[in-house]
């Protein structure tokens, strides 16, 4: 519609600069010290929905970090579109690796770097944004209820309490996120699942103080060593994972669907280029696009143990730890999976250490249907604002509270993400591009009404 886009073009400016302002408050759930920026995030988000026209907007306490809660109904008869996001960012950890201070949003190239910028203040945002485009436009087609957490990033650990305690608040008729990626703006695409998570910590503990790697060396069990040599052996040489009962319950897919799925536009030169590597690597039989899409991995995600400051120290530690995730395919648990694991890892271990496997957040992987009436709205807005219709793809990620909005809502999700792959979430340098923003703020709209025209029929 003419009226979006003229108050779209308008306010660009404001937009922008209030998404900066939202950036540069340092909202890190993981860490501690950062507990009042979250907070003070909290109080940013409610106000921007209130002035972007909800009717009401409240912080929501929890055991741990707040959830903002806003509503715009205007009329209980209509569809309802329940919006979640999150307002809580990853540690910014290694500092050194910034080209800019990761709070300190800098626009480079028509991009905006900072921590949060895709993941996912400024996709939250662009909800925020549409609705006061719909609501000071008059234009407003359905109810529209936010919802957006502060825990994400640290396993949405008190989501599910909240949405058992508020399900008549939270009612609705669909559930609308934008924390995930598209192709590219030349190839709009749609996601239609995403992996879960099993994420564990082991600990493997040796002789019971460090020791002089001379005097002991050779005699006593490394724990680093050890545990180096432990977590080689979870891939076998073709990079399956080797867990006993790991693939029992993976959901295969067909011929026809892995062909539409690889089908995608995709450079694998291109890819390589972009990250610096001189080739790819993983499950052997699958293409780059099924190993991240549709098959279960298993990383390291941290190592550490012994010395590891400046200069040497010939030391033989006592202990070394690691963190480690598994993404997890339709039909595997985030429970049974890491009970597997834990089975496994306890079972390998060898004489002379004593191993500690903790169970942390994870998620249940989740598929969205394609022939729904909300599907179908988002698909028609991306032709309407991109000009083309979108791809299909399966996305590599997890948003672990999408299966229980479903399990405890009964609502199905559509996700209707704008960021892009090569965004750098969860590491140094993120960004997301203006354009992006913007185009996301113009397409919103068209999904409220899209949904709201489909849902008379």
Known sequence: ?????????????????????????????????????????????????????????????????????????????????????????????????????????????????????????????????????????????????????????????????????????LKADIVLVSDTSMISMEHPSLETGLRGLAYM??????????????????????????????????????????????????????????????????????????LGIDDVRGEKGYTTLERTGIRPTLDVNGIWGGYTGEGAKTVLPSKANAKISMRLVPNQGAKEIAALFQKHFESIAPAGVKVTVTEHHGGEPVVTPTDSIAYKAAAKAIQTAF??????????????????FEKTLGLKTVLLGFGLDNDNIHSPNEKYDIFNYFKGIETIPHFHKNLAEMSKN
């Open 1 to 169: 519609m003419q009226v979006w886009n003229d108050y779209l073009a308008a306010n660009k400016q404001r937009f922008l600069d209030e998404l900066l302002d939202l950036l540069r408050i340092p909202s890190v759930s993981a860490d501690s010290k950062y507990k009042a920026d979250v907070a003070r995030c909290a109080e940013a988000v409610k106000a921007s929905l209130l002035a972007a026209g909800c009717d009401t907007a409240e912080i929501c306490p929890t055991a741990g970090h707040p959830i903002v809660y806003g509503e715009k109904i205007i009329d209980p008869s209509l569809p309802t579109v329940l919006v979640y996001g999150h307002y809580d960012v990853q540690p910014a950890d290694p500092l050194e690796l910034w080209h800019s201070g990761p709070f300190e949003p800098v626009i480079k190239d028509e991009k905006i770097y900072a921590r949060g910028a895709c993941d996912d203040k400024g996709q939250v945002f662009m909800h925020v944004k549409a609705l006061e485009v719909m609501v000071k436009t008059n234009t407003l087609p359905c109810n529209i209820k936010m919802m957006v957490e502060g825990e994400e990033e640290v396993g949405s650990v008190n989501l599910g309490k909240f949405l058992e305690d508020n399900k008549q608040k």
């Open 201 to 274: 910590e082991v600990e493997v503990v040796g002789p019971n103080r460090d020791l002089h790697s001379g005097v002991y060396g050779g005699a006593v069990a490394n724990p680093i060593n050890i545990l180096a040599k432990m977590i080689a052996s979870l891939h076998d040489e073709n990079n399956h994972i080797t867990i006993p009962g790991f693939y029992d319950k993976v959901q295969e897919l067909s011929e026809a669907d892995r062909k539409a799925l690889n089908a995608a536009p995709f450079d694998l030169e291109e890819y390589k280029k972009e």
């Open 387 to 404: 000009g083309k219709d979108p791809i299909p793809t399966r996305g590599g990620g997890s948003i672990p509270i999408i299966a229980l």
